[in-house]
């Protein structure tokens, strides 16, 4: 994986990208079980697809706060509504943890602590804590935002084709039985995934009403991150909207119950703690230099974000 320049190297391989989630494990004798889910070169998806059906617990009655990324070595705290063993299988495993009366939910970790390789550079960076908050790109991955657009939009046919050539094989075995039922065919998708492609577009929305602030030399401390019920809507956001062809209230997906995201704002400026710089070495992978680091980021900031512009002047 590159940098928006190309220059950057990161996640050459699963080692080079260490996430251990920062969570308080619940303590009780409550009616959840807790587990760390281990897990190497797989999306958090994945991992809890394999674990529902090794289990026979619904994917979603199990708990987790929040997506790890795919090309790494995660770590994170899962909840399951019953005691299971622990198992390994291909290339994750699960070890339990501890009992309580809450379930894990999206947001109830403190944060992410990070050990990365960060290869072709040249030179070590200046120290640096501050970074714009951007959502990643693999918030994107693939065709979501522009699936969640279309499903914003209510152009249903347009976001069931898409899906389908992103691979969804139970969109295209329904549409082939039912042609013109588009919504059916929608809702075999998990309500997590739908919501994802949403989430993806107002994702998408917020990153280029941020870049336009930046732009025009604006340091505003939030920005909307446009949903129903978003009202105070700055100018610069409300001409990406305009862009976009969407309105605030097009966030309510009337068809797809279930499917309606509200807005919220979210930080343009966030900071990373504890941030240790390792000694500059020569890699020999792209013959430059490459570095470890490791530092902690809170809730919704991304590790390959700051790590892009922490390096931006060492290329």
């Not at 009992?99 to 050990?115: C, K, P, S």
């Not at 309510?252 to 979210?266: A, F, Q, Y």
Request: charge should be neutral.
């Amino acid at each position: 994986m590159f940098s928006s320049d190309g220059m950057v190297l990161l996640k050459t391989c699963p080692e080079d990208f260490i996430v251990e989630e920062l969570i308080d494990v619940p303590k009780g004798s409550g009616q959840f079980h807790y587990y760390w889910l281990h897990k190497r070169n797989m999306t958090t998806l994945a991992a809890l697809k394999i674990i529902s059906r090794k289990t026979g617990v619904s994917l979603s009655k199990i708990g987790y706060a929040g997506n790890k990324d795919k090309v790494a070595l995660t770590t994170q705290l899962i909840s399951m509504p019953k005691r299971i063993s622990d198992f390994s299988e291909r290339s994750l495993s699960v070890v339990y943890a501890g009992q309580g009366d809450d379930r894990i939910t999206l947001g109830d970790n403190r944060g992410n602590h990070f050990v990365i390789v960060v290869r072709g550079i040249i030179k070590r960076p200046s120290h640096r804590e501050e970074f714009i908050n951007f959502f990643g790109k693999q918030r994107f991955g693939g065709s979501n935002a522009a699936i969640g657009h279309a499903l914003v939009r209510g152009d249903f046919r347009e976001a069931a084709r898409l899906a389908s050539e992103q691979g969804s094989t139970t969109v295209r075995e329904h549409l082939a039985h039912h042609p013109s039922d588009v919504i059916g065919a929608l809702r075999t998708i998990p309500r997590r995934l739908l919501m994802l492609f949403v989430h993806a577009f107002q994702s998408l929305l917020w990153n280029e009403s941020v870049r336009r602030h930046i732009a025009a030399g604006s340091r505003p401390q939030t920005v909307p991150l446009v949903g129903f019920g978003t009202e105070d809507i700055d100018e610069i956001t409300q001409h990406v909207l305009n862009e976009f062809n969407v309105a605030p209230r097009d966030f309510i997906i009337r068809s797809l119950p279930g499917m309606s995201s509200e807005g919220t704002t979210r930080t343009v400026f966030a900071r990373c703690e504890n941030l240790v710089l390792g000694q500059l070495v020569t890699d020999e992978v792209s013959e430059k230099m490459k570095m470890e680091i490791s530092f902690d980021l809170g809730p919704g900031s991304y590790a390959t974000v700051f790590v892009e512009q922490l390096f931006a002047d060492a290329q």
